[in-house]
Structure formats: C-alpha cells, structure tokens
C-alpha cells in the first residue's frame, strides 16, 4: 500500500525547534522529489522546502531560509524538516508530498501527498 504519513507536529513556543518527519511505505522515497508543503487556516497552501531525488539539490521558501533544513535518510525511508527559531508565522498544517516528474522545486506539481501535521507556535 503507497502511503506518505507525516508525523512530529505539536506545540511550541516561539523561537523553540521541531522536526517533522516524513515516513513512506510502499515505494522508494528517495526515488521522487519530495517537499513540505503548508496551510495556514484562511491562507492557500505554500511550498517551505522541497529535495530532488537525483542530486539532493534543495529550495527554501524565502521565510523559512536559514531557520528550516530538509534532509533524507534513505535507509529509513523518511524525509524530515527540522524547524528551528519558529515563529508564530509557521503556525500551519504541515504535509509532506512527492512529485512523479522531472524537477523538484516546490512551485511544480506534485502528485501524492500525506494527510498532514499541525504546527502551532504559540507561548
């Protein structure tokens, strides 16, 4: 069974850390490109940070450069994004998606996505 299942999500307090991870069952994840991808209530769903699968080249959404890092570890199969001086701002159901085609950055179409994660940054 194909299955993207994002876990790690909760509450933290503005300037704290979190690490959300990816976990996928029933292929290869490092075979696809694969972002993180949010959703603020009243907002549209924005790309934070996406990987490619050949060269490990990634993009950063302008807010989150030098706070987020994506990374893979293939042996478990997983992506995570670890988030670090979060702000109030990141406040955000989290969702980890892959994408079947050629590219990796987060403003193309990506085609299989997990159920999501919430993120509240609060004190």
């Known amino acids: 069974q194909v299955q993207l299942v994002e876990f790690g999500g909760g509450l933290a307090q503005p300037g704290g850390s979190l690490r959300l991870s990816c976990a996928a069952s029933?292929?290869?994840?490092?075979?696809?490109?694969t972002g993180w991808f949010r959703q603020a209530p009243g907002k549209e769903r924005e790309g934070v940070s996406c990987i490619s699968s050949s060269d490990g080249s990634t993009y950063y959404e302008d807010s989150v450069k030098g706070r987020f890092t994506i990374s893979r570890d293939k042996a478990k199969n997983m992506v995570y994004l670890q988030m670090n001086s979060l702000k109030p701002e990141d406040t955000a159901v989290y969702y980890c998606?892959?994408?079947?085609?050629?590219?990796?950055?987060?403003?193309?179409?990506?085609?299989?996505w997990g159920q999501g994660t919430q993120v509240a940054v609060s004190s």
């Open positions: 029933g292929f290869t994840l490092d075979a696809y490109a």
């Open positions: 998606a892959v994408r079947y085609g050629a590219g990796y950055r987060c403003g193309l179409k990506y085609d299989y």
